[in-house]
């Protein structure tokens, strides 16, 4: 296992479609987090899971944006009915809860385009 | 609320020393990151800092942290043109595991050969 994988890399897509992205976390990590970012901007916090919970969700996933961890080990985030505001690079990481908060590793993110 | 400020840009020369300096608001902040990234890819965890220490040193990275202040910054010894990247500064306000991230701006840093 070599770190967080994301796929697809790049989607472009035109407004209205769905699309979904997947994140395999490093096996051993219990917790899975989605960042958007666009460009010139840090990342912003979107949902975050522990194994197969949905812990929190922020403000920015409006009822168009899902996110599943089925098993507890991958996941997906699906954008329905998409807009060009949604056009940005998702991000993925992964973290595992110890006693220390050695930080999130993240996946190489997937760019999404909406035309 | 939680904030995290960056300056947007430094340029160094290759061979000396860079600093990145960061700014939070939250003073619940538990640990406090430094990320890297390359044109086109992830994040890197560079490193971290709990918030009882006030400085880390990991080979060629110093982190200082003034929580006084809520002050960071990000010491690169040796600078190299590939340490070309932007740095982002994060903080997370939850003990014991990471949370979310609280992400700044990010510093973009040039090295000139």
């Known amino acids: 296992d070599t770190g967080v994988s994301q796929d697809p890399r790049h989607k472009i897509t035109k407004r209205g479609q769905n699309v979904t992205f997947r994140c395999d976390p490093i096996?051993?990590?219990?917790?899975l987090y989605w960042y958007r970012q666009t460009l010139g901007q840090g990342p912003e916090f979107l949902t975050y899971?522990?194994?197969?919970?949905?812990?929190?969700k922020s403000r920015l996933l409006s009822d168009r944006f899902s996110a599943e961890r089925p098993k507890g080990s991958f996941s997906t985030l699906e954008i329905q009915r998409t807009e060009q505001g949604d056009s940005a690079m998702y991000l993925c990481?992964?973290?595992?809860?110890?006693?220390?908060?050695?930080?999130?590793?993240f996946g190489q993110g997937t760019r999404l385009t909406v035309v | 609320g939680e904030d995290v400020e960056q300056s947007l840009f430094l340029s160094v020369r290759e061979g000396d020393s860079s600093v990145i300096n960061c700014t939070y608001t939250?003073?619940?902040?538990?640990?406090l990151y430094w990320y890297k990234q390359e044109p086109g890819a992830g994040l890197q965890l560079l490193t971290y800092?709990?918030?009882?220490?006030d400085m880390k040193q990991d080979q060629r990275l110093t982190v200082l942290l003034n929580k006084k202040d809520k002050h960071l910054s990000l010491r690169i010894a040796d600078t190299q043109t590939g340490d070309s990247a932007i740095y982002f500064c994060?903080?997370?306000?939850?003990?014991?595991?990471?949370?979310?991230?609280?992400f700044g701006t990010g510093t973009l840093l040039a090295v000139q050969p």
């Open positions: 939250d003073s619940s902040s538990t640990y």
């Open positions: 990481a992964s973290s595992i809860l110890t006693g220390e908060a050695s930080g999130a590793f």
């Open positions: 096996s051993e990590h219990n917790r």
């Open positions: 994060a903080e997370s306000s939850y003990g014991g595991a990471t949370n979310k991230l609280i």
């Open positions: 899971f522990q194994n197969e919970a949905q812990l929190e």
């Open positions: 800092i709990f918030s009882n220490m």
